[in-house]
């Protein structure tokens, strides 16, 4: 089969097409015919992982330690990208009972990557499901990474009908599905990007929106129950003053600092300092086919 395939760290420009083998479905496994995969903010730190100092990585030493081995030190260990897509069953396993051939199904492989191909196999137990009917192909391959993620944050703070969340780096994978998720518990969502952001998040339900090139959303006057602060871009010293003497300030991206303010805010009350980590796992049950 072809892929794109890379064996150094670098630009775009490490990125070729290759004739490589065709994975063989195990007896639990499900063979797919890729259609779409996006290119997400993983992609991008595996393909350069070696630059990214950790300084500029977005976590404490230590997980940069972590996903520097997890992708292999000095080369990439799997020379193919790609940690989410959609497409088509050609083949199931012998055990395997939610999917059959021909069935449009869209799915997340994380760190094990490799959906820069024309085929991938997944566990038939692995983060895989039916595509809905009414996406294509393209925009079901694009939300497993963001939709994943967010919903797994934002069930830390346990969000309530009616309160008010802001979501900084609303226009990016996380943030796009956060506002939406947001929206659904009934949330009233303010989302904060650049410029070119602006129509997209709106149209995504978002109630407000700012825009950081333009201005710093503690001088709008509003508070809010949940700052969810994506990149990490913002500090909790500077940002509480928009955040409500009960409120919670999740981070996605942090270091040792916030882990520290997570610690002492738990224990002096008032607001909040969340740190959180979205696990890698189905949040259905195995048996169900959605
Ligand atoms: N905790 C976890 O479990 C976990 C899991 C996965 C990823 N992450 C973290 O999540 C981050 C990647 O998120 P993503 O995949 O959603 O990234 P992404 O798709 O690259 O989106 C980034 C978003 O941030 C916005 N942004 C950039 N600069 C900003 C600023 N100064 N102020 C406010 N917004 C700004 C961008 O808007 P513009 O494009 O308009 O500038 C865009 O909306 C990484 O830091 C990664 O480490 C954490």
Known sequence: MKAIVYTEYGSPDVLHLAEVAEPAPKDNEVLIRVH??????????????????????????????????????????NPILGNEFAGVVAAVGVQVMRFKPHDAVFGYRGQNMGAYAEYVCMPESGMLALKPTQMTFEEAATVPYGALTALALLRKVNLRPGQKVLINGASGSIGAAAVQLARCYGAEVTGVCGTPGLDFVKALGADKVIDYSQEDFTHTGETYDVIFDILGKTSFEHGRKALKPDGCYLFVSFKMKQLLQMLWTKVAGGQKVICALASQKRMISPTSKG
Do not use: E
Not at 53 to 77: I, S, V
């Open 36 to 77: 779409a995969t996006p290119v997400n903010f993983g992609d991008l730190i595996a393909r350069n992982i070696r630059s990214i100092t950790p300084r500029k990585f977005n976590m404490p030493l230590l997980f940069w330690l972590a996903t520097r081995l997890a992708f292999g030190f000095n080369k990439p260990k």
